[in-house]
């Protein structure tokens, strides 16, 4: 097996319910792709596959996520996968047991259906870019606008982004139901600014 200590370590450290999870999902992947290569990006396991990236998983504080990078080029027969979205971590859905994944051979096979497009080099294919006119009618709100404002290195982070990560943060902010739940997220999306971080930026 072609292992990553660093994974050992992030299994160990992982709340009790999601060991189980994550190392049985880590098996599964060796057992469908006995040269499957482990790898650590953007702070959580990813697998590896000529040279290009399978799947991954992650552990969260009440549930694992299983997602495969090329989810949307996959043929699912048996229904398994959630989110068709490469921009979406997990394709199993919110796993909290054992019993939240799909069955052994069917997880098995899906992992071979990602083999197999690594083996035939598919990429994903590019997103096309906005519209000039559709980038204009991206307005930074005025109550965000005057946050960054007192915030020099967020607001130039935010301002070199690229028109789609500039739109997740406004969404984001914007679908606030409350006045309490926008603040929150406010603070949060200064913070990552802050860093250079984007809004999805474990997922990235």
């Known amino acids: 097996m072609h292992t990553d200590a660093r994974i050992d370590a992030y299994i160990a450290s992982a709340a009790d319910f999601a060991q189980p999870i994550l190392t049985h999902l880590r098996a599964l992947v060796h057992e469908a792709c006995p040269d499957v290569e482990e790898g650590w990006k953007w702070s959580f396991p990813h697998f590896m596959y000529k040279g290009a990236v399978m799947c991954n998983m992650a552990g969260f504080k009440s549930h694992c996520a299983f997602g495969f990078w090329k989810a949307a080029l996959m043929d699912d027969a048996a229904g398994a996968l959630t989110v068709k979205d490469r921009e979406s971590m997990g394709h199993l859905g919110r796993i909290t047991s054992l019993a939240d994944l799909p069955p052994d051979d069917v997880l098995i096979g899906l992992v071979k259906t990602a083999m197999q497009l690594n083996e035939e080099g598919k990429k994903m294919p590019r997103k096309p870019k906005p519209a000039a ?23 130039t ?39 250079g971080k984007g809004r999805n930026w474990k997922y990235q």
């Not at 307005?139 to 607001?155: C, D, I, M, R, S």
């Open 133 to 155: 006119s559709e980038q204009a009618m991206l307005a930074t709100p005025e109550w965000f606008g005057a946050a960054l404002e007192q915030e020099p290195v967020a607001k």
């Open 157 to 195: 982070h935010f301002e070199k982004f690229s028109y789609s990560h500039r739109k997740e943060y406004i969404e984001w902010l914007a679908d606030a139901k409350t006045e309490a739940t926008r603040q929150k997220r406010m603070a949060q999306a200064i913070e990552r600014l802050r860093d």
